[in-house]
């Protein structure tokens, strides 16, 4: 039987959260060839023994449990590794499949043979907001300017599907670099669409993978953000799109603040520690870049706030009086 995609889930201290998963994936996977692989960071709770439990009906699985924890990052690299098939699909121990997703993955690989194919996300489960509004079933895309442009806009790691290609030595050494972004999933599609000698992203507007109920729980802080824009220095971008990279350096900038000023309002807040890493997960201040802050006034008065703990002191009050 050969098989055209694997299902590559990263988990850390998430028991409940992957066998619910993998149990979603084998009810909606029924009379389809499928393969998972599912890497256990080095929990510290009981995912091991949840895991070494699971039987699937309905797809092929294997299990590899790290004696010590390798980052996001490098879990996401050795799952790429180990997968066999064609396709790989990165895929969030948190989050969610739609009851059509494998099937529509699946069919829509077959007619169009993508380097890349991504899809909408729906964040809580109940919106409606498309990730890509575009017309028809899927679209493909061919202009790699285009590409990279809907490539980067969602850096969701469970709407990347990719083809499964061998780097040679200095790819491999580059990539490497990447390690710690948090974003190396988004980096691999890169280096994977520079392989081909015609790059094709398929886009699927169609919502096929939803968050969970904790979506307001993150692992990561602003810094994150902050230093995405790094991620664009890769011969992809470089080839076809040289100045992404200064365009992404000041977007960046505005999405760390974002995220900093939402976390000091309560309306995000930090998971576990050590899903990434200690500077990755804890509170962190963007720096104050006057040039562009001024060229946004809304993003200084956002800056301002969050710097003088504007609500903290709201919150100590409605403590006071119980609001």
């Known amino acids: 039987m050969k098989y055209l995609i694997t299902i590559c889930i990263p988990t850390y201290n998430r028991a409940s959260k992957v066998i619910r998963l993998l149990n979603l994936i084998d009810e909606f996977s029924c009379q389809l060839k499928l393969k998972v692989l599912v890497s256990n960071n080095a929990s510290q709770d009981n995912t091991m023994d949840i895991l070494n439990s699971f039987i699937p009906k309905n797809f092929s699985i294997k299990i590899f ?13 050795f799952l790429y590794q180990k997968a066999e098939t064609e396709y790989v699909w990165f895929f969030s ?33 109940e919106s409606k907001e498309l990730t890509f509004n575009l017309h028809g079933e899927f679209v493909q895309i061919f202009d790699p300017q285009e590409i990279i442009r809907y490539v980067s806009k969602c850096p969701k790691i ?33 280096f994977v669409l520079n392989k081909s000698s015609k790059p094709m992203l398929v886009i699927i507007s169609k919502q096929l993978a939803h968050s969970d109920d904790e979506f307001r729980v993150l692992n990561y802080n ?46 995000l807040f930090y998971g576990n520690d050590n899903f990434f890493s200690k500077k990755m997960s804890t509170n962190w201040t963007p720096p104050f870049d006057l040039i562009l802050l001024c060229k946004s006034p809304g993003y200084l008065i956002r800056y301002l706030l969050s710097y003088i703990g504007f609500f903290k002191i709201i919150f100590k009050i409605k403590d006071f009086f119980k609001i």
């Open 65 to 77: 449990h790290q004696e010590i924890n390798i980052g996001f990052d490098g879990n996401i690299r």
């Open 93 to 125: 121990d948190d989050d969610l499949m739609f009851p059509d997703a494998i099937k529509t993955v699946l069919n829509i690989l077959t007619k169009t043979k993508p380097d890349v194919l991504l899809f909408s996300f729906a964040q809580p489960k």
């Open 222 to 267: 602003s810094r994150v953000l902050f230093y995405r824009y790094l991620i664009y220095d890769n011969p992809f971008i470089l080839k076809y799109f040289p100045c992404f990279y200064k365009q992404m350096e000041e977007a960046s900038y505005y999405n760390s603040l974002q995220f900093w000023y939402s976390f000091s309002k309560k309306t």
């Open 158 to 190: 469970s709407i990347f599907v990719m083809k499964k290609v061998e780097f040679d030595k200095d790819e491999i050494n580059k990539l490497d670099t990447f390690i710690d972004s948090a974003f190396y999933f988004e980096v691999l599609s890169y």
